[in-house]
């Protein structure tokens, strides 16, 4: 006999993205997670019982973005300036569960369009070499591999990226 089969779509919750305070006790707890996830895959880069990062004040023309999901911080990044017409993705993250859900893609067309509304046209970042699948996305959002700048100069390990707004 023929049954009907029931098709169960996962539903997932509305995202919501706003600017937070960097020094916030969310953007601090996933900037830990974060720091714990580059320390497991560059172990080489990290002295044992080195400092954790900390966050900066938020100067003029930045900004500093949480997304959440049902009351939980799942992704965070930030705009910082680098001078007039350009600015720097920075603390961009995503947990691992959220991970595939689209909260990176968010974050990052968020924070380009933060940017171009605070004026600048050029947008550039940092990555590591061994996180592919934010190199994937960044690729994947009109990003373009530049040489490296500022501290990254001479980093084998890290990846830089361009971008300019329209």
């Given at each position: 006999p023929m049954t009907d089969a029931v098709v169960m779509e996962a539903v997932i919750a509305p995202l919501i993205i706003e600017p937070v305070d960097p020094?916030?006790?969310?953007?601090?707890?996933?900037?830990a997670k974060a720091a714990r996830e580059a320390r497991?895959?560059?172990?080489?880069?990290?002295?044992?019982?080195?400092?954790?990062?900390?966050?900066?004040p938020l100067g003029e023309r930045e900004v500093y973005?949480?997304?959440w999901r049902e009351g939980v911080a799942v992704g965070c990044g930030a705009l910082r300036?680098?001078?007039?017409?350009?600015?720097?993705?920075?603390?961009?993250?995503?947990?691992p569960l959220a991970r595939r859900e689209g909260v990176g893609r968010s974050l990052l067309a968020r924070?380009?369009?933060?940017?171009?509304?605070?004026?600048?046209?050029?947008?550039?970042?940092?990555?590591g070499t061994r996180q592919?699948?934010?190199?994937?996305?960044?690729?994947?959002?009109?990003?373009?591999?530049?040489?490296?700048?500022?501290?990254?100069?001479?980093?084998?390990?890290?990846?830089c990226f361009g971008k300019t707004l329209r």
């Amino acid at each position: 006999p023929m049954t009907d089969a029931v098709v169960m779509e996962a539903v997932i919750a509305p995202l919501i993205i706003e600017p937070v305070d960097p020094m916030d006790l969310q953007a601090l707890t996933l900037l830990a997670k974060a720091a714990r996830e580059a320390r497991s895959l560059y172990p080489e880069l990290f002295a044992p019982g080195s400092p954790a990062p900390t966050n900066t004040p938020l100067g003029e023309r930045e900004v500093y973005l949480l997304a959440w999901r049902e009351g939980v911080a799942v992704g965070c990044g930030a705009l910082r300036r680098l001078d007039g017409q350009r600015g720097e993705l920075r603390r961009m993250f995503v947990t691992p569960l959220a991970r595939r859900e689209g909260v990176g893609r968010s974050l990052l067309a968020r924070l380009e369009a933060d940017a171009l509304a605070l004026g600048y046209r050029r947008l550039l970042l940092e990555t590591g070499t061994r996180q592919k699948p934010a190199a994937a996305l960044y690729r994947a959002g009109g990003w373009r591999r530049i040489p490296p700048y500022g501290n990254f100069v001479g980093d084998p390990t890290s990846v830089c990226f361009g971008k300019t707004l329209r």
